[in-house]
């Protein structure tokens, strides 16, 4: 769930809002919560049904909207500003299609003309070895 653009992304767009927070509890995810008291509680008041969703009125939704409207029209921050990407506005490569009629199934048997990078390492040295390193450990 969205707690930072709750209004937006939450009750605007699904028409819900959540009732019966228990008291005390700052409006967080519960990963953020700093004790296990407060998840506890959280728990408690969903499983009991005192913390509920509930459907909003229409009229109560477009209220909602139009406040929303006039404090981002006012140039007040509504929500928070997500960081933009560093690659904004540049173009990405895609990936060239496969020549030759190659399929996915054939480059993934390994039928590619792209040779496979080999992931061995120390292990797969050892399991190479049929004789001993030295006549010493013999």
């Known amino acids: 769930m ?3 653009n709750y209004k937006k992304a939450i009750i605007l767009v699904y028409g819900v ?12 995810a519960s990963s953020h919560m700093h004790t296990v008291l407060e998840v506890c509680t959280l728990h408690d008041a969903l499983v009991t049904g005192a913390c509920h969703w509930k459907k909003i009125i229409w009229g109560k939704l ?13 140039g007040e921050v509504v929500g ?4 933009k ?13 496969a020549a030759n009629g190659a399929t996915d199934a054939t480059v993934a048997k390994g039928n590619s003309k792209r040779a496979r990078k080999s992931h061995g390492g120390k292990q797969a040295e050892r399991q190479k070895r049929t004789q001993p390193m030295s006549a010493e450990f013999i």
Request: hydrophobic share 25%; glycine share 6%; proline share 7%.
């Open 2 to 4: 969205n707690y930072q």
């Open 17 to 28: 809002t959540l009732k019966g927070w228990p008291e005390g509890l700052p409006f967080i």
């Open 62 to 74: 477009e209220d909602l909207h139009t406040d929303i409207q006039r404090h981002s029209d006012a």
């Open 80 to 83: 928070t500003v997500h960081k």
């Open 85 to 97: 990407h560093l690659d904004t506005g540049k173009t990405r490569k895609h990936k060239a299609p």
